[in-house]
């Protein structure tokens, strides 16, 4: 299992690397695809970090405020201190390189589905910044 901080910090070097960068929004998103893939493939957490229902979908607070001096803009920033392990990495990096170049969005769009986890515990903002249960996570995504 991973901290968020460093999972996040991973993928922001990766895609810094790779010359595509990502925007804070974007990661989130890629977070929550990491976490619902990994409970879906393995069982278990990829981080423990909470992970939200906020207006534009599900958010990790402390990764979302780590890199908020970003806003909307792509982050540049590299950190080369932080490795993901052996199978990990390759299911991480799938994920990174499968949903950074879609729409931010559409990203969002897919979050918001009627029937999935965010909709679930956001309910048209009443659940604003409430935490989305790992196990809602795992059963509907």
């Known amino acids: 299992m991973y901290k968020a901080i460093d999972l996040s910090k991973y993928i922001v070097s990766k895609c810094v690397r790779d010359n595509i960068p990502i925007s804070n929004l974007q990661l989130q998103k890629i977070l929550y695809y990491i976490q619902k893939e990994f409970l879906r493939d393995k069982g278990q957490v990829s981080f423990s970090d ?58 969002v769009s897919d979050t918001h589905k009627p029937d999935g986890a965010w909709a679930t515990i956001y309910k048209n903002g009443s659940g604003n910044h409430k935490v989305i249960p790992i196990p809602l996570i795992k059963a509907v995504g």
């Open 50 to 107: 909470d992970i939200e229902a906020w207006q534009f979908g599900p958010v990790v607070p402390n990764v979302y405020y780590f890199f908020c001096g970003f806003g909307a803009m792509p982050i540049s920033r590299m950190y080369d201190d932080i490795s993901v392990s052996g199978i990990d990495l390759v299911k991480v990096d799938a994920i990174v390189e499968e949903k950074r170049i879609l729409d931010p969005w559409v990203l």
